[in-house]
Protein backbone atom coordinates (compact mmCIF):
# COMPACT_ATOMS: atom_id res chain seq x y z
CA UNK A 1 0.00 0.00 0.00
CA UNK A 2 1.48 3.08 -1.26
CA UNK A 3 2.01 5.91 1.74
CA UNK A 4 -0.14 8.54 0.43
CA UNK A 5 -3.32 8.00 -0.99
CA UNK A 6 -5.03 10.38 -3.50
CA UNK A 7 -8.96 10.43 -4.72
CA UNK A 8 -10.02 10.68 -7.08
CA UNK A 9 -7.34 9.08 -9.71
CA UNK A 10 -9.29 11.16 -12.38
CA UNK A 11 -12.36 13.91 -12.23
CA UNK A 12 -14.45 15.76 -14.59
CA UNK A 13 -17.03 18.56 -13.94
CA UNK A 14 -18.30 21.00 -15.29
CA UNK A 15 -17.83 24.83 -14.77
CA UNK A 16 -19.37 26.04 -11.86
CA UNK A 17 -19.11 22.73 -9.46
CA UNK A 18 -17.94 22.52 -6.17
CA UNK A 19 -15.03 20.38 -6.25
CA UNK A 20 -13.13 17.92 -3.43
CA UNK A 21 -9.77 16.50 -4.16
CA UNK A 22 -8.76 13.78 -1.54
CA UNK A 23 -5.30 12.40 -0.05
CA UNK A 24 -4.83 9.87 3.07
CA UNK A 25 -1.62 9.17 4.64
CA UNK A 26 0.01 6.36 6.62
CA UNK A 27 2.81 8.08 8.22
CA UNK A 28 3.68 10.75 10.41
CA UNK A 29 4.04 14.00 8.74
CA UNK A 30 5.24 17.62 10.17
CA UNK A 31 3.45 19.56 6.54
CA UNK A 32 1.18 18.07 3.84
CA UNK A 33 1.90 19.87 0.57
CA UNK A 34 -0.52 20.58 -2.26
CA UNK A 35 0.65 21.18 -5.96
CA UNK A 36 -0.40 21.78 -9.19
CA UNK A 37 0.88 21.12 -12.58
CA UNK A 38 -1.02 22.31 -15.53
CA UNK A 39 -0.15 20.06 -18.95
CA UNK A 40 3.46 20.48 -20.24
CA UNK A 41 3.63 22.97 -17.31
CA UNK A 42 5.27 23.69 -14.62
CA UNK A 43 4.60 22.91 -10.97
CA UNK A 44 3.21 25.24 -8.09
CA UNK A 45 3.12 25.18 -4.83
CA UNK A 46 -1.00 25.88 -3.52
CA UNK A 47 -0.83 24.96 -0.06
CA UNK A 48 1.77 23.71 2.99
CA UNK A 49 -0.22 22.64 6.40
CA UNK A 50 0.74 21.32 9.14
CA UNK A 51 -2.57 21.89 10.70
CA UNK A 52 -6.58 22.95 10.14
CA UNK A 53 -7.11 24.75 7.29
CA UNK A 54 -6.10 27.72 4.46
CA UNK A 55 -8.14 29.64 1.84
CA UNK A 56 -6.51 31.38 -0.89
CA UNK A 57 -8.91 32.67 -3.51
CA UNK A 58 -11.22 29.86 -4.84
CA UNK A 59 -8.78 26.87 -3.43
CA UNK A 60 -9.03 25.86 0.24
CA UNK A 61 -7.28 23.21 1.93
CA UNK A 62 -7.95 21.38 4.97
CA UNK A 63 -6.32 18.57 7.10
CA UNK A 64 -7.13 16.33 9.86
CA UNK A 65 -3.97 15.07 11.93
CA UNK A 66 -6.03 12.59 13.77
CA UNK A 67 -7.48 10.78 10.27
CA UNK A 68 -4.13 10.94 9.04
CA UNK A 69 -6.38 13.07 6.06
CA UNK A 70 -6.35 16.28 3.76
CA UNK A 71 -8.87 17.79 1.21
CA UNK A 72 -8.46 19.92 -1.38
CA UNK A 73 -11.65 21.90 -2.27
CA UNK A 74 -12.60 24.11 -5.45
CA UNK A 75 -15.53 26.36 -5.43
CA UNK A 76 -16.90 27.92 -8.41
CA UNK A 77 -14.58 25.71 -10.68
CA UNK A 78 -13.33 26.73 -14.02
CA UNK A 79 -12.02 25.60 -16.95
CA UNK A 80 -8.48 26.91 -16.36
CA UNK A 81 -8.30 25.08 -12.61
CA UNK A 82 -8.02 21.67 -14.76
CA UNK A 83 -4.22 20.50 -13.94
CA UNK A 84 -2.72 17.36 -12.08
CA UNK A 85 -3.39 18.03 -8.08
CA UNK A 86 -0.79 16.75 -6.36
CA UNK A 87 -0.47 15.66 -2.58
CA UNK A 88 2.81 15.26 -0.86
CA UNK A 89 3.93 14.80 2.63
CA UNK A 90 6.83 15.47 4.74
CA UNK A 91 7.54 12.80 7.37
CA UNK A 92 8.50 13.82 10.66
CA UNK A 93 12.26 14.98 11.16
CA UNK A 94 13.04 14.47 7.48
CA UNK A 95 13.82 16.67 4.21
CA UNK A 96 11.94 13.93 2.31
CA UNK A 97 8.72 14.60 0.33
CA UNK A 98 6.25 11.31 -0.11
CA UNK A 99 4.56 11.61 -3.37
CA UNK A 100 0.65 11.31 -4.19
CA UNK A 101 0.04 10.00 -7.60
CA UNK A 102 -2.06 13.21 -8.71
CA UNK A 103 -5.59 13.40 -9.20
CA UNK A 104 -6.06 14.78 -12.96
CA UNK A 105 -8.96 17.06 -12.90
CA UNK A 106 -10.92 18.76 -16.09
CA UNK A 107 -13.16 21.36 -16.07
CA UNK A 108 -15.92 21.38 -18.98
CA UNK A 109 -17.15 25.23 -20.04
CA UNK B 1 10.93 38.36 -6.49
CA UNK B 2 12.15 36.15 -9.35
CA UNK B 3 11.34 32.36 -8.60
CA UNK B 4 13.50 29.75 -9.69
CA UNK B 5 15.16 29.76 -12.90
CA UNK B 6 15.81 27.21 -14.64
CA UNK B 7 17.55 26.67 -18.41
CA UNK B 8 17.69 25.67 -20.87
CA UNK B 9 13.84 24.72 -20.90
CA UNK B 10 14.12 22.28 -23.88
CA UNK B 11 16.76 20.47 -24.90
CA UNK B 12 17.48 18.02 -27.22
CA UNK B 13 20.50 15.87 -28.30
CA UNK B 14 21.59 12.73 -28.99
CA UNK B 15 22.63 9.53 -27.52
CA UNK B 16 26.24 10.26 -26.03
CA UNK B 17 26.34 13.83 -25.67
CA UNK B 18 27.27 15.63 -22.33
CA UNK B 19 23.79 17.55 -21.28
CA UNK B 20 24.26 20.29 -18.69
CA UNK B 21 20.93 20.91 -16.90
CA UNK B 22 21.02 24.68 -14.96
CA UNK B 23 19.30 26.29 -11.84
CA UNK B 24 19.16 29.43 -10.04
CA UNK B 25 17.01 29.12 -6.64
CA UNK B 26 14.89 32.10 -4.76
CA UNK B 27 17.54 34.39 -3.11
CA UNK B 28 17.85 33.45 0.79
CA UNK B 29 16.46 29.54 -0.21
CA UNK B 30 19.21 27.05 1.52
CA UNK B 31 17.84 23.97 0.14
CA UNK B 32 17.78 22.82 -3.43
CA UNK B 33 16.26 19.78 -4.69
CA UNK B 34 16.27 18.19 -8.26
CA UNK B 35 13.78 16.16 -9.42
CA UNK B 36 13.05 14.19 -12.52
CA UNK B 37 9.34 13.72 -13.80
CA UNK B 38 8.45 10.37 -15.94
CA UNK B 39 5.54 9.25 -17.28
CA UNK B 40 6.47 5.93 -15.67
CA UNK B 41 7.82 7.35 -12.19
CA UNK B 42 6.31 10.29 -11.92
CA UNK B 43 8.36 12.54 -9.71
CA UNK B 44 12.02 11.03 -8.30
CA UNK B 45 14.09 12.84 -6.18
CA UNK B 46 17.38 12.76 -7.82
CA UNK B 47 19.47 14.63 -5.04
CA UNK B 48 18.86 17.24 -2.67
CA UNK B 49 21.75 19.85 -0.81
CA UNK B 50 21.60 22.12 1.82
CA UNK B 51 23.67 25.10 2.42
CA UNK B 52 25.41 24.21 -0.49
CA UNK B 53 26.23 20.54 0.60
CA UNK B 54 24.89 17.39 -0.98
CA UNK B 55 22.90 15.56 1.65
CA UNK B 56 21.30 12.83 -0.08
CA UNK B 57 22.42 11.51 -3.64
CA UNK B 58 20.84 8.36 -3.13
CA UNK B 59 18.24 9.02 -6.24
CA UNK B 60 21.26 10.10 -8.82
CA UNK B 61 20.42 7.04 -11.13
CA UNK B 62 23.59 5.84 -11.59
CA UNK B 63 27.46 7.60 -12.82
CA UNK B 64 26.89 9.01 -15.84
CA UNK B 65 24.44 12.13 -13.35
CA UNK B 66 26.66 14.18 -11.22
CA UNK B 67 25.42 17.47 -9.94
CA UNK B 68 27.25 20.63 -8.46
CA UNK B 69 26.03 23.95 -6.25
CA UNK B 70 29.52 25.86 -6.26
CA UNK B 71 27.04 28.53 -4.52
CA UNK B 72 24.20 29.37 -3.15
CA UNK B 73 22.94 31.01 -6.18
CA UNK B 74 23.71 28.16 -8.80
CA UNK B 75 23.49 24.74 -9.29
CA UNK B 76 24.08 22.28 -12.21
CA UNK B 77 22.73 18.70 -13.00
CA UNK B 78 24.97 17.33 -15.96
CA UNK B 79 24.25 13.76 -17.41
CA UNK B 80 27.67 11.89 -19.45
CA UNK B 81 27.10 10.56 -21.64
CA UNK B 82 23.41 10.99 -22.54
CA UNK B 83 20.93 7.91 -23.57
CA UNK B 84 17.02 7.69 -24.41
CA UNK B 85 16.44 6.75 -21.00
CA UNK B 86 16.72 9.92 -19.92
CA UNK B 87 14.33 11.86 -22.00
CA UNK B 88 12.09 13.24 -18.93
CA UNK B 89 11.59 16.98 -17.92
CA UNK B 90 14.08 17.52 -14.87
CA UNK B 91 12.73 20.31 -12.30
CA UNK B 92 15.16 22.26 -9.48
CA UNK B 93 12.88 23.11 -6.65
CA UNK B 94 14.37 25.35 -3.46
CA UNK B 95 12.77 26.11 0.09
CA UNK B 96 14.02 27.42 3.44
CA UNK B 97 14.06 26.11 6.92
CA UNK B 98 16.54 23.25 5.49
CA UNK B 99 13.84 22.04 3.27
CA UNK B 100 10.84 22.38 5.95
CA UNK B 101 9.19 24.93 4.00
CA UNK B 102 7.38 25.72 1.44
CA UNK B 103 9.04 24.59 -1.88
CA UNK B 104 8.96 26.24 -5.08
CA UNK B 105 9.50 24.48 -8.66
CA UNK B 106 11.26 26.23 -11.99
CA UNK B 107 9.53 25.61 -15.45
CA UNK B 108 11.46 22.32 -15.75
CA UNK B 109 13.69 21.33 -18.80
CA UNK B 110 12.14 19.22 -21.05
CA UNK B 111 15.41 16.98 -22.76
CA UNK B 112 15.09 14.97 -25.37
CA UNK B 113 17.81 12.64 -26.03
CA UNK B 114 17.29 10.88 -29.68
Redo the contacts between chains.
Keep these: KNEVEQSPQNLTAQEGEFITINCSYSVGI ?2 L ?1 W ?1 QQHPG ?5 LF ?1 LSSGKKKHGRLIATINIQEKHSSLHITASHPRDSAVY ?1 CAV ?1 KDSN ?3 I ?1 G ?2 TKLIIKP | DAGVIQSPRHEVTEMGQEVTLRCKPISGHN ?1 LFWYRQTMMR ?2 E ?1 LI ?1 F ?1 NNVP ?2 DSGMPEDRFSAKMPNASFSTLKIQPSEPRDSAVY ?1 C ?1 SSFQ ?11 SRLTVL
Excluded: P, R, T
Design positions: SAHLGGIVSMIKYQLWAG | SGLLYNIDFASGAGELFFGEG
